[in-house]
């Protein structure tokens, strides 16, 4: 069997969403025949003469439209930015009409994750806002079951919508077992659902 390539796309301003990505990545890969391919997206200025370099200075690189129509199964992250998420993200998918005309994503699978600042700081709209352009191109976003006992006893990050992390005010708290245990699980839960798909 060919192996599967499954696309980690995500934004990170202080790199907590970043490791999340990573261990989402991790839990691709344990499932035999799948590779993660971690993407990024450049950051939106507001002074519109700025452009980012063509390759970043460090860490994954920036996202091609080809990466889209290469994957068989995509995760999408970005921080929380007031319960919605981040412009660079939104910037990106704005782009992509020319695959939602030809419908190059529809029938894949997809799931989400963010990162936020506060406890309460809109986790699950951040994730519900995420959902919205993956539907419009057909996707069929995936998120973690109550079967994933951590959905139960985490303190922190973690939803039935996808794979979360409270990083604090200052992007510096750890990742927790349970949030670490939830990002593998839907990066392993997105991967099985290709390798289904695929048949």
């Not at 696309?7 to 990505?21: D, M």
Request: net charge negative; aromatic share 6%.
């Amino acid at each position: 069997m060919n192996s599967l390539t499954i696309l980690v796309l995500f934004y990170s301003r202080h790199g907590a969403t970043r490791k999340l990505a990573e261990l989402i990545a991790q839990g691709i890969e344990s499932v035999p025949g799948c590779d993660a391919r971690l993407r990024t997206v450049p950051a939106v200025s507001t002074v519109t003469e700025a452009t980012e370099p063509e390759v970043p200075a460090d860490g994954a690189p920036y996202v091609e439209l080809d990466d889209l129509t290469e994957c068989a199964g995509i995760a999408v992250g970005s921080p929380t930015r007031f319960g919605n998420m981040a412009s660079a993200m939104k910037y990106f998918w704005d782009g992509t009409a020319s695959q939602w005309l030809s419908g190059a994503l529809a029938g894949k699978p997809a799931c989400v994750f963010t990162s936020t600042g506060s406890l309460h700081g809109g986790q699950e709209s951040t994730l519900l806002s995420m959902m919205i352009p993956l539907f419009h191109h057909g996707l069929m976003v995936i998120g973690l079951p109550y079967t994933n006992p951590e959905l139960m006893t985490t303190s922190s990050g973690g939803t039935p919508y996808g794979a979360s992390h409270w990083s604090g005010l200052d992007g510096k708290k750890v990742i927790t077992e349970d949030e670490k245990r939830l990002a593998i699980a839907l990066g392993k839960r997105l991967a099985e659902t290709a390798v289904k798909l695929r048949g």
